[in-house]
Nanobody
Framework: QVRVVESGGSSVQSGGSLRLSCDVF????????VGWFRQAPGKRREGVAA???????HYADSAKGRFTISQDNAKSIVYLQMNSLKPEDTAMYYC????????????????????WGQGTQVTVSS
């Protein structure tokens, strides 16, 4: 059974940095696409960044230039490095994985991912 576990969330001040980690366990797929999503109170969940097994990356406009998604294939861990954090980045951050082959905007479409973690809270204070 596939398990997705996030870690690394914390409270930081505006301008600070955090690195989130996503461990994906228990799968036998030849490949997985992994994405980071976030949901702020009262808002719908939105895509932040995603990576495929070739290392190609996809970012939401809000993340471009500040966030970097990367993967350690040996450890099956996907990281989200978040720099220059803003109060509007405050949200529960979720990692998701799926073996489907996504194209274009599909990478940041949360409805297409089948395996989800429980989330890790990121709070950015001004």
């Amino acid at each position: 059974q596939v398990r997705v576990v996030e870690s690394g969330g914390s409270s930081v001040q505006s301008g600070g940095s955090l690195r989130l980690s996503c461990d994906v366990f228990g799968h036998t797929y030849n490949h997985l696409f992994v994405g980071w999503f976030r949901q702020a109170p009262g808002k719908r969940r939105e895509g932040v960044a995603a990576i495929d097994d070739n290392g190609d990356t996809h970012y939401a406009d809000s993340a471009k230039g500040r966030f970097t998604i990367s993967q350690d294939n040996a450890k099956s861990i996907v990281y989200l490095q978040m720099n220059s954090l803003k109060p509007e980045d405050t949200a529960m951050y979720y990692c998701a994985a799926d073996p489907a082959h996504f194209l274009g905007d599909q990478f940041l479409d949360d409805t297409l991912y089948g395996f989800w973690g429980q989330g890790t809270q990121v709070t950015v204070s001004s």
